[in-house]
């Protein structure tokens, strides 16, 4: 049996918002192993939401819904970067 095509459906929405705010933090940016820590803890503080085709999951959620998303997104991503940051900072001294 091959589960390759389930994913989170939140995963390529973190990644684009990393990519989008990656150069607010030009110390992490530089990090590509640092950037993924942030994807890692952006995506555990989103529900999980496992899916096959995104289409699907496009069709059944209410346009409430997707707004909803989008916002525990941005902010989800925001959380982890000073996160990461903060992180960083501390273990610099």
Known sequence: MDFSSVHNVHEAAV???ILETAPNHPEL??????L??????ALNRL???????G?????YQTEQERLEDARRIATAVAQAFDFVQRTLEEGRR
Request: charged share 30%; hydrophobic share 50%.
């Open 29 to 34: 940016r530089r990090d590509p192993d640092l």
């Open 36 to 41: 993924a820590d942030v994807a890692c803890i």
């Open 55 to 59: 289409i699907d999951f496009a069709f």
């Open 15 to 17: 990644f684009a918002a």
């Open 47 to 53: 529900p999980a939401r496992y899916i096959r085709h």
